[in-house]
Nanobody
Framework: VQLQASGGGLVQAGGSLRLSCAAS????????VGWFRQAPGKEREFVGS??????YYDDSVKGRFTVSRDNAKNTESLQMNSLKPEDTAVYYC??????????????????WGRGTLVTVSS
């Protein structure tokens, strides 16, 4: 599975962006997709995931970010509202078959695409 995240850019604090994760080869309908982000000098951290019919989010984005999937289009989206400067990072989508205890870990996902940079100015 080849993944590509897109939709990043520069936005002012309080603004919104919508990221998309597309599978250019293969399909991820049989995989779980997780969103992660990595700020400079920091480890890759969990953002959100749609897993077995439920969505899971890191506390730092809960209520502001929404994960959704469109199997017909073979894409998964991350709607980001009320963005804050601390949301600035490269955002990645990963696909794999994690179990509940691993959906928040990068190691729970097998396939990764190139990330997309989100910059939130204050």
């Amino acid at each position: 599975v080849q993944l590509q995240a897109s939709g990043g850019g520069l936005v002012q604090a309080g603004g919104s962006l919508r990221l998309s994760c597309a599978a250019s080869e293969g399909t991820f309908s049989s995989y779980n997709v997780g969103w992660f982000r990595q700020a400079p000098g920091k480890e890759r951290e969990f953002v959100g995931s749609f897993f077995r019919g439920r969505t899971y989010y890191d506390d730092s984005v809960k209520g502001r970010f929404t994960v959704s999937r469109d199997n017909a289009k073979n894409t998964e989206s991350l709607q980001m509202n009320s963005l804050k400067p601390e949301d600035t990072a490269v955002y990645y989508c990963g696909a794999g078959r994690p179990i509940l205890s691993t959906i928040r870990r990068p190691s729970g996902y097998t396939y990764w695409g190139r990330g997309t940079l989100v910059t939130v100015s204050s």
